[in-house]
């Protein structure tokens, strides 16, 4: 009857040698997730594709609701399997995660694959001694004893910046501040020294101050020890410095992929362009009101018809409400984008629509459509177009959330 | 001062548990956590229908209610009336479901027994709730120092158990329909005190509230207009499990022979009656139509107060 | 930690001392002449000269009161008027019975009530689950003077397999005893079981969607580990509260088993007092459980210390 802290049942899996194969470490291919629920199947994942080398960043970004949450646990396969529907492919390390069985999952779950999630203070055990939920996961998969774990967990909690380990390691949750909390989290996150951590708003319950601090704590970490990293974010400004590529998600969609510096200088997706719109910039003039996005996230459960994100986008015309825009390339081809009328230099290229001035800032100044006409902004007075990166570049350090 | 107090405290277990008494801090988190509004419930779930066991269990209590409430006017024998003719008779067209030793009818000693449980039942929460109620309505808005001194009272008299206190002032004070009501009545006052305390606490703070303050809304008014519509739910759940409570106590009371005083039947004195001097192996049923009676009756009221915690969203917990 | 449990300390004097004073005033509940009412038959010049000196009955009220605490800290309870035993032996050959009664019950039921929840709050809404979960239900409408009189009903009378009355002291023959006692037990088992039980999944339940389980699960832990490390003892504080609360009902349950089959435990013999105007024995009753019932919820309080430490240490 008494749990064992030991691995059970099944064969080893061996994750060796994939890097040298030039093959991406993490390869997603088309995957869904929906929930059933009592008004209806919620496609929460509606068919995502990504990679993620070894030992890079690839940055998450979408508003409450688009359904990234739901993707980095269905990439982990966390998801408990009531009421979830799933396919597609999760191919990690040269293995296909979506075929393992539980057994098999848990060798790679904290192991080779882990994750540092949103909130510390719901994350971590209430009544569970710190050093005891960090030394967990060091004797089940590199079968320390306790000693010899105790002694590791005291390093990893010096090596995220905790003072006097020896100390807090018998310390719990509730008595630690939250960026402390969320220090301890990384070090349970990376005790075994995994090759990809996935990291859920990893600083959203965080002060402004202390979520710099945890960034460039989970970088350096990532550059030591050569780690792959998900990093899954409402905030543009926090990936822009540190994700070496983007993926944004709309109504659990990939609407634009890019590496970093591409996308925010080729912007192609009027959302995207609306994410770094809400973004504070130091050159903003004082009083100025924050660029909201008007309306709401589609309801997932019946999604509307055409490009999802048609009946709040300022430029939608005709074709976007009537048929859904592919996933394609121009230019490089590692740039993907889902619009009919994609921006080019921040002006987009559907019929009429040729002023060069900011919808989103400035609504109802150029005929815009009702959709985002916020009355609370018109009056404002914006000067045009803030969103013109080559003479404001964004501030990532700014990260304040989109009112 | 209502913004003296933080709600999240009360929410969140671990302070609260430090605080109160944590068997009575499960009481109050359990109807502070009755957070969401009826109007913003778009759940379709929470909506769902009472079903046919919900009815089946209004009918018996109602039918339960109907039968105490006519005991003078339907076709019954005396419940003291001796039949000597029918002694242990068992049940039959005359008497439907048997008589006892004594030779009297078993339903209408049921039926006139019912009046007893009921009474004491109800009429003891009602009384109260008017007390108990009113002061936690108060209580709870105001808070300040009657607050505190309440709550303080609350927890002392609850400290007692009551089975113990009752039977103690019923040794001393004498047993009757009345005494024995009135007792039960001032025994549930801390507890249904307590009970819409939390839930009036965990509405003085809320917009609605805070709103028709700033418009100038005397307290009075907040109190009558604001709080209580929205709290009566959480009463009428807890005031019906409450009910169940007291009618278990009285049938303890009863089946002690610490109730009314006999041959008045209440339903604990007739299990009480059906079980001793060897009556088991004699006459089953003098024991069974209580015991089924009261298994029913309790078994319903639980039921409806279930089936109407999940309407009002009231959080499952410690009853 | 030592602060907590010396404020509680003193908030258990406290409501020990209130309780002292409540008891003690039981006595002027007494219409007319306390006491020509305790002497009751027995009521001579002697007796009552004899009485009004033991209680102080002619001192003033908060006078009585001190003498009569006085007597109680020495343990000196006054001696019931019809036999005239001391009180407080009443009691000490009592207690142990319900002890006894209270202990084993408690066993069965989270013996009973624990296991159950670990098995159906992994998969809500199962078979076992759903029957379990109607059971429990249904056991909570069975208070013991329901269910005590079926027991015997069907188990002594009906099957013969244990005795309808009857009370061997365990001292004497601890078999019997125990195997007399086991109807009782489980008599006022019933409640307790359907409560735990419920609580506890409930509870469980709502520990499993948790974010610190995923946090768990992700981490590669084995299910049986998260159930038993992870989410037990968070659960456990509502199923410790409730335990506390239940000591109420549990007491009035002895109370009936014992009446019902004339064990001679502290609720028969105040059953018994009571019936026959013994009124220092029902008042010496009455403050001896009480005060031991308030003690019982302190030492719970003392329990949540060890199992949360968020309580002495926030």
Redesign the interface.
Known sequence: MKARLKRTGGDTLEFKDVGHRGEPLLVVDDLHTSFRTGRGTVRAVDGVSLTVDEGKTLGVVGESGSGKTVLSRSIMGLLPPRDVIKSGTVRFAGHDLTAMDPVQLRQVWGAELSMIFQDPMTALNPVKRIGVQITESLRLHLGMDRSEATATAIELLRSVGIPSPEQRIRWYPFQLSGGMRQRVMIAIALACSPRLVMADEPTTGLDVTVQAQILDLLAELQRERHMAVILVTHDLGVVATRADDIVVMYAGRIVEQAPTKTLFKETRMPYTQALMDSIPRLSDPSGIRLHAIAGRPPDLIHPPKGCRFAPRCPYAQDKCHQSEPPLRTAGSPDHLFACWFPLVNGVSTAPGMSSGSSVFGVSGGSGTPGESADASTASDQVPPAPWSLADTPIDPDAGLEPS | MPDDRELSDTRS???L??DQ??????VDELVVSRQSETLDSD???ARKPFGFLFWFACGWVGLVVLAAVLANVLPLPNPNFQNYNALNAPPNMHHLLGTDDLGRDLLSRLIFGARVSLVVGFVSVAFGMLIGGTLGLISGYKGGRLDVALNAGS??LL???????V???????GQSLFKITVILGVAVVPLLFRVVRASSLSFANRDFVIAARTMGATSARIVFREILPNVVPVAITFGLITV?GVI??E??LA????SVALPTPSW?NL??E??SNGA??TN?YI?LWP?IS???L??SI??IG?RLRQRFDIR???? | MAKYLLRRLIQLVVVAFIISVLVFLLVHLLPGDPAAQILGANDTAHNRAVLNKQLGLNLPLWHQYIFWLKGVLHGNLGQSYLNHTPVTQVISTGWPIDLELIIISQVIAFAVAIPLALITSRRPNRPVDNISTTATFGMLALPPFVIAPIMVAVFAVGLHWFPATGYIPFTQNPATNLHDMILPSLAITAGSIAVYYRLFRSDLISTLQEDFVTMARSKGLSPRWIMWRHAFRPSSFSLLAAAGVNIGALIAGTFIVEFLFAIPGLGYSLVQAVNQRDYLVVQGITLVVAVAYVVIQFLIDFLFTVVDPRVTRE
């Open positions: 277990g671990g302070r548990l430090g008494v944590p068997g009575l801090a499960a759940d379709v779930l927890f002392v400290a007692f158990p009551a089975i113990v206190a039977i103690a002032i019923v040794a001393f004070w169940a278990v106590i049938g303890t089946f002690l022979g610490l604990g299990i009480a059906g079980t088991l192996s089953v024991m015991v009261m298994f029913l309790l078994l639980n039921l279930d499952e917990g410690l009853l």
